[in-house]
């Protein structure tokens, strides 16, 4: 995979994943060509759209659209896949709506983050990647509480 593109579509991109820079490509131009192609594709048309030497796979889900960027040799199908995956597992933890993602951004990063390593699927169980972020959700709220306990600590002190 080259990378990774997630649009509310209206040429809106909300989460934007990165592993390859495209040979000095303007990020905003390719957001803006590629978007530009798959909005324009018929709905039954195939996901799939070859595209500056690359294959670009896409889904629609709703009103979101989530797009892959991958080599010529990688397999559509496995891609499909994956991010049939990603917004399953997007949906178990977010509810995926367009509000969640913009808000939790960070929390759709994570969740790619251990779906994908160097472009490729690197864990395949649900259950596996919820009790993943669990443990990372667990870690954030202890690290709030010191911080605010702290930051309580701190203020006591100058009064």
């Given at each position: 995979m080259v990378f990774s593109l997630f649009s509310e579509g209206e040429n809106k991109v909300g989460l934007v994943f990165v592993i390859l820079m495209l040979y000095e490509m303007h990020f905003e131009k390719v957001i803006r060509e590629l978007s530009g192609v798959i909005l324009s594709r018929g709905?039954?048309?195939?996901?799939?759209?070859?595209w500056r030497g690359f294959?670009?796979?896409?889904k629609r889900y709703a009103s979101l659209y989530f797009c892959m960027c991958i080599d010529q040799d990688?397999?559509?199908?496995?891609?499909?896949?994956?991010?049939?995956?990603?917004?399953?597992?997007?949906?178990?933890?977010?509810a995926v709506c367009e509000l969640d993602l913009i808000f939790n951004f960070h929390k759709a990063y994570y969740i790619l983050d251990e779906?994908?390593?160097?472009?490729?699927?690197q864990e395949s169980s649900k259950?596996?990647?919820?009790?993943?972020?669990?443990a990372q959700d667990s870690l954030v709220e202890t690290a709030k509480e010191q911080a605010?306990?702290?930051s309580n600590i701190i203020?006591?002190?100058?009064k």
């Open positions: 709905p039954k048309l195939c996901n799939f759209v070859d294959k670009v796979v896409y990688d397999n559509e199908l496995e891609v499909l896949e994956i991010i049939h995956h990603f917004v399953e597992i997007l949906d178990r933890y977010l779906l994908l390593l160097a472009g490729e699927l259950k596996t990647v919820a009790r993943l972020i669990a605010s306990s702290i203020a006591q002190a100058t």
